[in-house]
């Protein structure tokens, strides 16, 4: 299935709120739209915001009436800012933004001319992130051995890309269709439950066992060997820090308590999630809307006048990262010297 796609000039997303008890795709033809959808959650995932964002600049171009060149790149500059502002953390959405806007800077023109670069460059991005998720199932398949459980948390498959595999979940995805009798256990994934919602929808869809739990219980889970390896996406990896990992509020709790019961635990992201030019310093942890804590569904659950914090992201040491899995291969830890390693990995041809 996609999660995002083009349309004839008009971007057509899975409505994640709904999930998993309606399918609702929205078509839409307004960039403003789409940050909307990024920031209520609608489209949600690292690399799906970053497609999604592309695809916003691309309405933009694709609906412009601008008479010159100067004109229709200030509405691309005005839009960029106001996709930037949806969402702090994720990196993808940055890297999406900026890769159009460094394309069409290098292409000098007419305004149809520009129009068709941004178009074409959103269109690339898309088309990547399928090539891209299906290469890191390829390659982290091989950690994964027959009759293994495997964990994660929050939702990093189809769902949090432009379709088909994912992140975490293509790597499952390609060991279930390599013939490795492989199941899941999700967390449940507070507060918004997109472990719950999302991953067990998910991986019902692709018929992979898949088992729910409730997010304290990841303790009791290692200890009784329930889970023999566990996986998650990203949202940012700082390269200048060694390869810290900010992903899912809660994942960082995971990876300290799979330490203490030497569970591996991987990472699974692309090189567009890799952040080469921020330090840990300068990443902003998004907080959220109180009431995704203080209600489920709608239904308040804590008294009122009691107030709530709501991270959306933590921050995972490199330490405690067994390796991470990219389009071009898998990093073993230790993350030295800045992350040489990285750096060398971001200039290797991808191999489709």
């Known amino acids: ?139 982290g398949a091989s950690l994964i051995e027959d009759g293994d459980v495997v964990g994660t948390i929050c939702n990093a498959g189809w769902l949090a890309t432009s379709g088909e595999y994912g992140t975490a979940l293509s790597v499952i995805k ?49 200890s009784k060997r329930m889970i023999d390896k566990f996986i998650c996406g990203a949202d940012r990896i700082i390269v200048s820090s060694g390869g810290h990992v900010i992903n899912k509020v809660g994942t960082n709790t995971v990876s300290i308590v799979a330490k203490h019961y030497k569970i591996p635990f991987y990472v699974a992201a692309p090189l567009s999630t890799f952040d080469f030019n921020s330090s840990l310093k300068d990443v902003i942890i998004e907080e959220r809307d109180p009431r995704e804590v203080a209600e489920i569904f709608g239904r308040r659950i804590i008294p009122e006048g009691v107030s709530v914090f709501n991270p959306a992201f933590d921050i995972t040491s490199p330490r405690l990262v067994e390796a991470i899995i990219t389009e071009r291969g898998i990093i073993h830890p230790p993350f030295k010297k800045e992350a040489e390693n990285l750096l060398k990995l971001k200039i290797r041809p991808l191999n489709f």
């Open 174 to 222: 390609i060991a279930h269709e390599q013939g490795k009798r492989v199941s899941v256990i999700a967390l449940e994934t507070r507060p918004i439950l997109q472990g719950a919602r999302l991953t067990a929808f998910e991986l019902k869809q692709d018929k992979i066992d898949v088992r729910v739990i409730p997010d304290g219980a990841i303790g009791y889970c290692f």
């Open 1 to 139: 299935m996609r999660t995002i796609l083009w349309e004839d000039g008009k971007v057509v997303y899975l409505n994640q709120r709904k999930l998993p008890k309606q399918l609702e795709y929205v078509c839409c033809d307004d960039y403003q739209r789409i940050a909307k959808a990024i920031k209520t959650l609608e489209i949600r995932g690292a690399p799906a915001i970053g497609v999604a964002a592309a695809m916003g600049l691309a309405l933009v171009a694709y609906n412009s009436r601008a008479k010159g060149r100067e004109e229709l790149l200030r509405r691309l500059e005005q839009a960029s800012c106001v996709l930037r502002k949806t969402r702090p953390t994720a990196y993808n959405l940055f890297w999406a933004i900026d890769r159009v806007n460094t394309k069409v800077a290098s292409t000098p023109g007419t305004v149809e001319e520009v129009r068709s670069t941004v178009i074409a460059e959103a269109l690339a991005i898309g088309k990547e992130d399928l090539q891209t998720n299906k290469m890191i199932g390829i390659n």
